[in-house]
T-cell receptor, first 110, second 112 residues
Framework: KQEVTQIPAALSVPEGENLVLNCSFT??????LQWFRQDPGKGLTSLLL?????REQTSGRLNASLDKSSGRSTLYIAASQPGDSATYLC?????????FGKGTRLHILP | DAGITQSPRHKVTETGTPVTLRCHQT?????MYWYRQDPGHGLRLIHY???????DKGEVSDGYSVSRSKTEDFLLTLESATSSQTSVYFC???????????FGPGTRLTVL
């Protein structure tokens, strides 16, 4: 059974720093991996989707990588801003079943 | 933003009553999903649909049923609500099973 783990559960970082969020998964045969952000009391906003044939995707200050052989994905945020404060979730997709990690709660300190 | 709405946005009901949540999309996406989000468990897939009248179970389907009679609408029904079904319910859509998922704003359900 696919398991998706995100460590740490919470992270505080001074504004302006670059940071990396981690996501690990047990089933390397995933079809794709997606990163989301969730603000308190809100729905999920899609950030990046990486297909199994890709190694990374970039959008603005965000870069997501995927290493299927090691069962890991990372989300790199450059030059962090207070507006980046949110919970970040990753989700692995296999056989039409999507398994979410429990998220990393990120707080950017002004 | 993807055109996804959920109704109602908030609902309080009593144990044993039936409840139906509605997800409506204007994107003509083939796939639609229902998730629940709970502290300590994260997001879990309840049911999903891959076309009109085509549905399948997810990780936590017991106590829930779904129906999709039109491309744009996906209904989640709790036949007899229990307190363990108190949660925030999210609907999501995608063009295919490999495509990006887009989420609705959520429905907060409280079962007393």
């Amino acid at each position: 059974k696919q398991e998706v783990t995100q460590i740490p559960a919470a992270l505080s970082v001074p504004e302006g720093e670059n940071l990396v969020l981690n996501c690990s998964f047990t089933d390397s045969a995933i079809y794709n991996l997606q990163w989301f952000r969730q603000d308190p009391g809100k729905g999920l906003t899609s950030l990046l989707l990486i297909q199994s044939s890709q190694r990374e995707q970039t959008s603005g200050r965000l870069n997501a990588s995927l290493d299927k052989s090691s069962g890991r994905s990372t989300l790199y945020i450059a030059a962090s801003q207070p507006g980046d404060s949110a919970t970040y979730l990753c989700a692995g997709n296999r056989d039409d079943k999507i398994i979410f990690g429990k998220g990393t709660r990120l707080h950017i300190l002004p | 933003d993807a055109g996804i709405t959920q109704s109602p946005r908030h609902k309080v009901t009593e144990t044993g009553t039936p409840v139906t949540l509605r997800c409506h999309q204007t994107e003509n996406h083939r796939y639609m999903y229902w998730y629940r989000q709970d502290p300590g468990h994260g997001l879990r897939l309840i049911h999903y649909s891959y076309g009109v009248k085509d549905t399948d179970k997810g990780e936590v389907s017991d106590g829930y049923s779904v129906s999709r009679s039109k491309t744009e609408d996906f209904l989640l029904t709790l036949e007899s609500a229990t307190s363990s079904q108190t949660s925030v319910y999210f609907c999501a859509i995608s063009e295919s099973n490999l495509a990006e998922q887009f989420f609705g704003p959520g429905t907060r359900l409280t079962v007393l």
